[in-house]
């Protein structure tokens, strides 16, 4: 909409007209003071209703305060990473401005309650002028309010991703990774590159932190890899709360089993990754997407679907041996990536995984609960400490009133037999595209 595409400056002006519509309506409701005939209920009722909407709108100020200034910052993003697939609500998107936006609306929505009791209290029937302010600050608030609600339910969440490449083409007898001869390595080089530069590409389209992109030709030890993937699995938001999804891309040498093929006779299981993805998303409800560019990924494919209780969802690929199509080069490590990673930043791509005879076939499995994901909703302490950086300690006691509220959930079990519709769904008739909603598509052949 032209409103958020408008500058700062005139963004922030449009606060001074409405603050002084909400003064002008605050001193018409208190002209009922004059009236005596109801004096013990008239003026107990406008200190008390009185301090609470000044309350509530000392908030309601300093929302859209720190909201044009967060859009802002989001303007000024897309300004310096210009493009014409990157519109602003993209931005805004990987800036957090959802969880932002979910937030303020429970706070304006209190604005909007207190307007309508303090009306109610200072209510004057015969007086038009008061009637016509009354309606005009419900009207803006609810607009407000609605634009609040919109974005928090428009906005995709935020990704980070990390990208492992171990460009190794040889493995011994028992699955480990070796050296490459001499003659081998510039080749490998430049796929590996071309690797690196299709991951990063991703990441960029679709304004995915980066976290980062190890490569390394002599492998990694399962040390190494642990102490990354704990850190990443740590990050945050620059606001506080985890990231909604967690993407990690994986490509090299793998055991006949799925696992990864590391340094000195280890390897890296699922289970592991798991067990390490469970203890630091304890108490929330992020999800984790693993990427696989190796010759043997369907073993993980197929054992994610038996997971529970955790949102994990695994793309991998199936490579046909040379003989399976005369007259084709045989399909290597890199190859997947750069016909996935097209499809997903090029709306007119011409990659099509359900033609016949391909050498390398897509498929992705998804978790028994994958289905009841929704992205990450306002916890009371997340509320409370967007309260603590964004407003005055005066108005913290509104926390605890907001975080009830808007904590009840009426529609519980309309929202338990969807749930159940949408697993039955999911698990018996998989989509040959499955959408994840932050514009990265899995595929299956």
Same mark, same amino acid.
Request: charged share 15%.
């Given at each position: 909409m032209p409103f958020l595409s408008?500058?700062?400056?005139?963004?922030?002006?449009?606060?001074?007209?409405?603050?002084?519509?909400?003064?002008?309506?605050?001193?018409?409701?208190?002209?009922?003071?004059?009236?005596?005939?109801?004096?013990?209920?008239?003026?107990?009722?406008?200190?008390?209703?009185?301090?609470?909407?000044?309350?509530?709108?000392?908030?309601?100020?300093?929302?859209?305060?720190?909201?044009?200034?967060?859009?802002?910052?989001?303007?000024?993003?897309?300004?310096?990473?210009?493009?014409?697939?990157?519109?602003?609500?993209?931005?805004?998107?990987?800036?957090?401005?959802?969880?932002?936006?979910?937030?303020?609306? /429970?706070?304006?929505?209190?604005?909007?309650?207190?307007?309508?009791?303090?009306?109610?209290?200072?209510? %004057?029937?015969?007086?038009?002028?008061?009637?016509?302010?009354?309606?005009?600050?419900?009207?803006?608030e609810s607009l407000t309010h609605?634009?609040?609600?919109?974005?928090?339910?428009?906005?995709?969440?935020?990704?980070?991703?990390?990208?492992?490449?171990?460009?190794?083409?040889?493995?011994?007898?028992?699955?480990?990774?070796?050296?490459?001869?001499?003659?081998?390595?510039? +080749?490998?080089?430049?796929?590996?590159?071309?690797?690196?530069?299709?991951?990063?590409?991703?990441? $960029?389209?679709?304004?995915? %932190?980066?976290?980062?992109?190890?490569?390394?030709?002599?492998?990694?030890?399962?040390?190494?890899?642990?102490?990354?993937?704990?850190?990443?699995? =740590?990050?945050?938001?620059?606001?506080?709360?985890?990231?909604?999804?967690?993407?990690?891309?994986?490509?090299?040498?793998?055991?006949?089993?799925?696992?990864?093929?590391?340094?000195?006779?280890?390897?890296?299981?699922? =289970? %592991?990754?798991?067990?390490?993805?469970?203890?630091?998303?304890?108490?929330? $409800?992020?999800?984790?997407?693993?990427?696989?560019?190796?010759?043997?990924?369907?073993?993980?494919?197929?054992?994610?679907? /038996?997971?529970?209780?955790?949102?994990?969802?695994?793309?991998?690929?199936?490579?046909?041996?040379?003989?399976?199509?005369?007259?084709?080069?045989?399909?290597?490590?890199?190859?997947?990536?750069?016909?996935?990673? +097209?499809?997903?930043?090029?709306?007119?791509?011409?990659?099509?995984?359900?033609?016949?005879? /391909?050498?390398?076939?897509?498929?992705?499995?998804?978790?028994?609960?994958?289905?009841?994901?929704?992205?990450?909703?306002?916890?009371?302490?997340?509320?409370?400490?967007?309260?603590?950086?964004?407003?005055?300690?005066?108005?913290?006691?509104?926390?605890?009133?907001?975080?009830?509220?808007?904590?009840?959930?009426?529609?519980?079990?309309?929202?338990?037999?969807?749930?159940?519709?949408? /697993?039955?769904?999911?698990?018996?008739?998989?989509?040959?595209?499955?959408?994840?909603?932050?514009?990265?598509?899995?595929?299956?052949?």
């Amino acid at each position: 909409m032209p409103f958020l595409s408008a500058g700062q400056l005139w963004r922030k002006v449009t606060l001074l007209p409405l603050g002084v519509i909400e003064l002008m309506f605050f001193v018409l409701c208190a002209l009922k003071l004059g009236e005596l005939e109801f004096w013990y209920l008239v003026i107990p009722g406008f200190c008390v209703f009185g301090l609470f909407w000044m309350l509530c709108h000392v908030v309601f100020q300093v929302t859209l305060w720190s909201f044009h200034t967060k859009l802002s910052e989001c303007q000024r993003v897309r300004a310096t990473q210009r493009s014409d697939t990157r519109s602003l609500d993209r931005v805004m998107a990987s800036r957090g401005m959802r969880h932002f936006c979910l937030i303020s609306e /429970r706070l304006v929505f209190f604005s909007l309650i207190s307007t309508a009791i303090l009306g109610a209290v200072s209510w %004057q029937l015969s007086n038009a002028l008061y009637m016509s302010m009354f309606l005009v600050v419900l009207s803006l608030e609810s607009l407000t309010h609605g634009l609040f609600h919109e974005l928090g339910n428009c906005l995709g969440g935020t990704c980070v991703g990390y990208a492992v490449v171990i460009p190794t083409s040889y493995c011994s007898a028992d699955g480990q990774p070796v050296l490459l001869p001499p003659e081998q390595v510039q +080749e490998l080089n430049l796929r590996s590159t071309a690797t690196l530069n299709a991951v990063q590409r991703l990441f $960029s389209h679709h304004l995915i %932190q980066t976290f980062g992109c190890d490569y390394s030709t002599s492998g990694l030890s399962l040390e190494a890899l642990q102490a990354k993937l704990r850190s990443f699995l =740590e990050l945050r938001t620059a606001d506080g709360p985890r990231h909604d999804t967690y993407l990690i891309y994986y490509s090299g040498h793998t055991l006949p089993t799925g696992d990864w093929a590391l340094t000195g006779g280890d390897c890296l299981r699922m =289970e %592991q990754l798991l067990d390490w993805w469970r203890e630091r998303n304890v108490g929330f $409800s992020s999800r984790l997407m693993l990427v696989l560019d190796t010759e043997n990924s369907v073993p993980w494919v197929k054992a994610v679907r /038996r997971v529970e209780g955790l949102y994990v969802a695994v793309q991998g690929a199936e490579m046909s041996p040379a003989g399976d199509a005369e007259s084709q080069v045989a399909p290597q490590l890199g190859d997947f990536t750069t016909e996935w990673v +097209e499809y997903n930043c090029n709306p007119d791509s011409c990659v099509q995984w359900s033609e016949r005879g /391909r050498l390398i076939a897509a498929m992705y499995g998804v978790s028994k609960c994958w289905s009841d994901y929704r992205l990450h909703l306002p916890t009371g302490n997340d509320v409370a400490k967007h309260w603590k950086t964004h407003f005055p300690r005066a108005t913290y006691p509104l926390v605890s009133v907001a975080n009830w509220c808007c904590g009840l959930n009426l529609l519980w079990l309309c929202s338990a037999c969807l749930r159940c519709f949408r /697993r039955f769904k999911l698990a018996w008739f998989p989509p040959t595209i499955l959408d994840t909603g932050q514009g990265i598509k899995l595929v299956r052949s």
